[in-house]
T-cell receptor, first 118, second 114 residues
Framework: NAGVMQNPRHLVRRRGQEARLRCSPMKGHSHVYWYRQLPEEGLKFMVYLQKENIIDESGMPKERFSAEFPKEGPSILRIQQVVRGDSAAYFC????????????????FGSGTRLTVV | DQQVKQNSPSLSVQEGRISILNCDYTNSMFDYFLWYKKYPAEGPTFLISISSIKDKNEDGRFTVFLNKSAKHLSLHIVPSQPGDSAVYFCAASASKSATNKLIFGTGTLLAVQP
């Protein structure tokens, strides 16, 4: 029973390029959350998705960032025209549907994608 | 606006002693609190949680205390072990919110000295 799978683990992009980060949730989990950890900072919520729906994108920067969770396949976090300030660790987490499970046991996080913009 | 605050960026403790990690929150709608542990180059892993109907929850060496009036919670690790050295994040959630969004603090780096 694989956990949350994120790839790539490390991604290097030049300024102006696009970055695509992928996340496959745990089996049986239909909710996906993306968080970003900037150097020396905590985890900042970015977006919450269910299959084919964005539920809460209140933490997403207004420009250049987008996320999707299609009916088939992994969730994708896409950053267009990357800048140096986008360099961070991006974590995906998944959860099952029952809210009481999430409240008592939290989400399950992947190992993250470390994006470096040069 | 940092709704969940961990004011100590780091803590150093001797092996066998108690580690106490603190967390404060500002949003009175929060009613579930979780602690996560994170090793370098790995994702955070769930450690222990507490709901606002309780003031204490214990799991082995880990105990979380909640003081609702002070909007403060703490994680106690007794006895501390070198393998506990990691970054600890406090997180909070509001059951009345439409999502299960967790709001995280900035983390405390715990170093347990052998």
């Amino acid at each position: 029973n694989a956990g949350v799978m994120q790839n790539p683990r490390h991604l290097v992009r030049r300024r102006g390029q696009e970055a695509r980060l992928r996340c496959s949730p745990m089996k049986g989990h239909s909710h996906v959350y993306w968080y970003r950890q900037l150097p020396e900072e905590g985890l900042k919520f970015m977006v919450y998705l269910q299959k084919e729906n964005i539920i809460d994108e209140s933490g997403m920067p207004k420009e250049r960032f987008s996320a999707e969770f299609p009916k088939e396949g992994p969730s994708i976090l896409r950053i267009q025209q990357v800048v140096r300030g986008d360099s961070a660790a991006y974590f995906c987490a998944s959860s099952p549907i029952p809210r009481d499970l999430v409240r008592n046991y939290g989400y399950t996080f992947g190992s993250g994608t470390r994006l470096t913009v040069v | 606006d940092q709704q969940v605050k961990q004011n100590s960026p780091s803590l150093s403790v001797q092996e066998g002693r108690i580690s106490i990690l603190n967390c404060d929150y500002t949003n009175s709608m929060f009613d579930y609190f979780l602690w996560y542990k994170k090793y370098p180059a790995e994702g955070p892993t769930f450690l222990i949680s507490i709901s606002s109907i309780k003031d204490k929850n214990e799991d082995g060496r880990f105990t979380v205390f909640l003081n609702k009036s002070a909007k403060h919670l703490s994680l106690h690790i007794v006895p501390s072990q070198p393998g506990d050295s990691a970054v600890y994040f406090c997180a909070a959630s509001a059951s009345k919110s439409a999502t299960n969004k967790l709001i995280f603090g900035t983390g405390t780096l715990l170093a347990v000295q052998p």
